[in-house]
């Protein structure tokens, strides 16, 4: 069992910044699979960013250079720095616990979810 929180979603002007937190209340993110997505209003959730359990990230093209994925496990935390923000971001992210070992964008590779967190880029 895998209990996963998201926080620091907001609402900034494009080019700005923010870091998104996943935390484990239960069970842990430490040498795990953990992946990053999102979903805007009217679309399919997409993946953004990737870390394997050899904290290796993984990122689509689409964010390549603007999104870091990162972990800290003494706070049993994985992060997702968003950079230069564009209006094109604004969705609700969602992190998750990547339990097999297929595609990183296939969301059936993944068995634990967060309940989101809204980032909302003002143009």
């Known amino acids: 069992q895998v209990r996963l929180k998201e926080s620091g979603g907001g609402l900034v002007q494009a080019g700005a910044s923010l870091r998104l937190s996943c935390a484990a209340s239960e069970g842990t993110v430490n040498g795990i699979a953990m992946g990053w997505f999102r979903q805007a209003a009217g679309k399919e959730r997409e993946f953004v960013a990737g870390i394997g359990f050899d904290d290796r990230p993984y990122y689509p093209d689409s964010v390549k250079g603007r999104f870091t994925i990162f972990r800290d496990n003494a706070k049993n935390t994985v992060y997702l720095q968003l950079n230069n923000l564009k209006s094109e971001d604004t969705a609700a992210y969602y992190c998750?616990?990547?339990?097999?070992?297929?595609?990183?964008?296939?969301?059936?590779?993944?068995?634990?979810w967060g309940q989101g967190t809204q980032v909302t880029v003002s143009a």
């Open positions: 998750a616990r990547k339990w097999r070992g297929g595609p990183w964008k296939s969301r059936d590779e993944y068995d634990y």
